[in-house]
């Protein structure tokens, strides 16, 4: 552990379980993530976000399977004897000491000389150099998480966890500190775990997202493949919002796929299609469709048309109106339009067409639960999220 | 509304605070008041004159120096032994796991329940089937105070380690602390105003002492023994000095640990 302190290394679990009791919060886990990456877990509460940081820093003890770290299996060593740090969901800094002496703890521990040069230098950089002398007790909550960071980040860990470091934050501070936490990994280049239930956050701040679900992972990857491809409803509603049409698969031209939807004809990439035949949801993302007057030729020839939709609401939201959109077969679809003043504008009653580019469908298993990761509709119909 | 009336319904509750306030006071005032009495007879129960005789000469009364400084003996030791065996207790009754431990915890509570009276005489007849009754005295003393010093120490240290987050420690071990580091850096520290006011009951308990004191002393007289001893005669006004000096040293102590921790918040 004394070796390569300045840099990340990959972190790998391997079939990981954590079982309380008969409950499996985290169940058959496997991650891999590469060396200097910052890797966002992102997924609803009490998903096992929590339990999977912990047992990867030593503070609970996984069920089974094997975490490693730059290839030395640490699933059994002693939190004090692995390269990791964490900065914990709630900050946990000792009340007893000041600030100076909450971030130089981690060095004193392992005799490393030269701390006070260390700390003060790493609360520069957290912009906390006048506070040193001060309590936990004695900052406001961002100042607070800052401290945590720092206490973390001082001992060059070769992988550091952070637990939604930004959760107690306002939505400014938010910002200000993800540009700034990212800003940090990429000088210092150690591997970033971050924890967070916030969508937005994890795909500004991540190279890559891991999705997570009732203790599995539901899909892992770039920000805008997550994005525009999602493998599971769960994916498509918790990362952002989707439209999901029952539909059924009729042919396959090439690299697209016929689907009847309602009796309507559309096209989708094959790429995009977790199912090539039989019963799927048509998705698509309420800001890539633009809605025109019924029976108005828009856009391309070849885009995918939904007809016959009245206007059910209208909200004015500054930069884009958002419209409920009710179909024949009596679903209420979302639409986004940019407020760009080019395109017409449609009140409530209006007869309209929904138009998107095919390449933007997306096919999903129809056995899957179209409102899975929906929190929205979770709370509406006061069903259990997830 | 008279204007008398309508100000003291604006103070109503700083009047009622005074109030109480005098009436916690007042028996403290008369103790040091007292001890600056120049009683004409043997009785010290009314104010006579104004005199330095009794703060000048505070070990005139035969025996009352010695009874005090076996009572803070006594108090010291017991202090010891019990702030260490309750906080050992404590901590196994809040951090491990083990058979019989809600059992445990619920016995701790039986020696603060007991009737001193009856723990006291119940002792005595403990002490006597075990054949000891004649060497009663200091270490039978010394021995009561710990046992019912214990219950206080533990329930007191208990409170305070329950409050404590268990993420702290595990912080230490994040930040390469091992078990005993994460200890003596983390734990104690947090802990140790529990123990120090758990220490401070149980030194004012075992000096306070009377009632189990009484049974067990034997020959050896503590300074609440001297008191009852010496009420038979007259109490000297001495022992008001000894009186006043044990309260001013209290608040002190209060005193300076406000400071400190005033001083540590800064
Ligand atoms: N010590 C424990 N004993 C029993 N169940 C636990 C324990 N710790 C966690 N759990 C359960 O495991 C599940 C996952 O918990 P975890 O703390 O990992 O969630 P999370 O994803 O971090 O949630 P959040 O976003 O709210 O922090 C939850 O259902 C929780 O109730
Ligand atoms: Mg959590």
Redesign the pocket.
């Known amino acids: 552990m004394a070796d390569g302190r300045s840099a990340g290394a990959d972190l790998t679990l391997t079939g990981v379980t954590k079982r309380?009791g008969g409950?499996a919060?985290v169940d058959d886990l496997d991650l891999e993530v590469a060396s200097g990456q910052f890797f966002a877990l992102l997924?609803p509460?009490?998903?096992?976000?929590?339990?999977t940081l912990r047992m990867v820093a030593g503070l609970e003890e996984p069920t089974a399977g094997t975490i490693t770290i730059g290839g030395d299996d640490i699933g059994r060593l002693k939190p004090y004897k692995r390269p990791v740090n964490t900065v914990f969901?709630n900050y946990a800094l000792f009340p007893h000491l000041n600030i100076f002496e909450n971030v130089a703890f981690g060095l004193r521990r392992r005799g490393v000389k030269d701390v006070k040069s260390q700390v003060d230098d790493m609360l520069e950089l957290v912009e906390l150099g006048g506070y040193a002398k001060r309590r936990p007790a004695q900052l406001s909550g961002g100042q607070q998480q800052r401290v945590a960071l720092a206490r973390a980040l001082i001992n060059r860990p070769q992988v550091l966890l952070l637990d939604?470091p930004l959760g107690a934050l306002d939505l400014k501070l938010r910002r200000q500190m993800q540009i700034e936490l990212k800003r940090i990994q990429t000088e210092v280049g150690i591997t970033f775990i971050h924890v967070t239930?916030d969508q937005e956050e994890a795909m500004t701040m991540a190279d890559t997202v891991a999705v997570m679900n009732k203790g599995v992972i539901e899909q892992m990857g770039a920000p805008a493949d997550l994005y525009d491809n999602p493998a599971t409803t769960f994916v498509s509603n918790f990362l952002g919002q989707s439209n999901l049409v029952k539909a059924s698969i009729l042919d396959t031209h090439g690299d697209a796929l016929v689907v009847d939807v309602q009796g309507t004809r559309i096209a989708a990439p094959v790429a995009r299609a977790r199912r090539t035949d039989g019963q799927v949801w048509v998705g698509v993302r309420p800001e890539k469709v633009f809605l025109g007057a019924a029976g108005v030729e828009e856009g391309s020839y070849d885009d995918n048309v939904l007809p016959s939709g009245t206007v059910t609401d209208v909200s004015f939201i500054g930069v884009s109106t958002q419209y409920l959109v009710k179909m024949p077969w009596g679903q209420e679809l979302t639409v986004f339009e940019q407020n760009t003043g080019a395109r017409e504008q449609f009140r409530v009653g209006d007869k309209v067409d929904l138009h998107w580019v095919a390449a933007h469908t997306f096919l999903l298993d129809a056995d899957q639960d179209a409102h899975a990761g929906d929190e929205t509709y979770a709370a509406l119909s006061g069903a259990p999220t997830a | 509304m008279s204007r008398v009336g309508r100000w003291v319904s604006e103070h109503v509750v700083m009047v009622i605070a005074l109030l109480v306030l005098c009436y916690m006071f007042l028996p403290i005032f008369f103790v040091v008041l007292m001890s600056f009495n120049a009683p004409t007879s043997r009785l010290n129960y009314e104010f006579q004159a104004f005199t330095w005789d009794n703060w000048l000469n505070p070990c005139a009364p035969a025996g009352m120096c010695e009874s005090v400084v076996k009572s803070i003996e006594i108090g010291f030791l017991a202090t010891v032994f019990a702030t260490i065996l309750g906080t050992l207790v404590a901590f196994a009754l809040v951090r491990h796991r083990f058979r019989g431990r809600a059992g445990t915890s619920l016995l701790i509570f039986l020696p603060m329940a007991t009737p001193e009276v009856v723990m006291g005489s119940s002792l005595l007849a403990l002490f006597t089937t075990a054949g000891l009754a004649g060497t009663l005295g200091f270490w039978s003393i010394l021995v009561a105070h710990i046992m019912f010093c214990l219950s206080f120490v533990v329930v007191t240290v208990k409170a305070r380690l329950a409050g404590l987050d268990s993420r702290f420690e595990q912080a230490a071990m994040d930040l390469y602390a091992n078990e005993w580091q994460t200890f003596w850096r983390v734990t104690f520290p947090l802990v140790f105003p529990g123990i120090l006011a758990a220490a401070l009951l149980a030194f004012s308990l075992s000096f306070d002492d009377f009632i189990v004191t009484n049974f067990n002393h034997g020959n050896t007289i503590t300074f609440p023994m001297f008191v009852w001893g010496a009420n038979q005669r007259g109490i000297p006004p001495q022992v008001n000095v000894i009186g006043t000096v044990m309260f001013a040293i209290a608040l002190l102590l209060v005193l300076s640990g406000g400071v400190l921790q005033r001083r540590r918040e800064r």
């Open positions: 309380f409950f919060a997924g509460s009490g998903c096992g976000k929590t339990t969901q939604e239930h």
